[in-house]
Nanobody, 114 residues
């Protein structure tokens, strides 16, 4: 069983920055995919960014502003979010998946507002 715990959400002004972190407990594979998704009110959950061995993937809406990073030794994944916009407001969820498993964190709220 894998548990994912997110931290780092909050309220920030447009143009500001936040860093989200997710710590995994339990057994995970380095070849597994870790990532961040988000869900805004009234919208479907969408991919923000994912990372696996040597490969990162970003939604077009966050390219150039967000950076995902992973520490396999610590079993953590982080999301550095810069130049935040009001449309980035959402609950952000950490995800881990591999060939047999798919786990989600409880989510952390990010609100971008003046």
């Amino acid at each position: 069983q894998v548990q994912l715990v997110e931290s780092g959400g909050g309220l920030v002004q447009p143009g500001g920055s936040l860093r989200l972190s997710c710590a995994a407990s339990g057994s995970i594979f380095t070849i597994g995919v870790m990532g961040w998704y988000r869900q805004a009110p009234g919208k479907q959950r969408e991919l923000v960014a994912t990372v696996t061995i040597g490969v990162t993937n970003y939604a077009d809406s966050v390219k150039g502003r967000f950076t995902i990073s992973r520490d396999n030794a610590k079993k953590t994944v982080s999301l550095q979010m810069n130049s935040l916009k009001p449309e980035d407001t959402a609950v952000y969820y950490c995800n881990y998946r591999d060939f047999k498993s798919d786990y989600w964190g409880q989510g952390t709220q990010v609100t971008v507002s003046s």
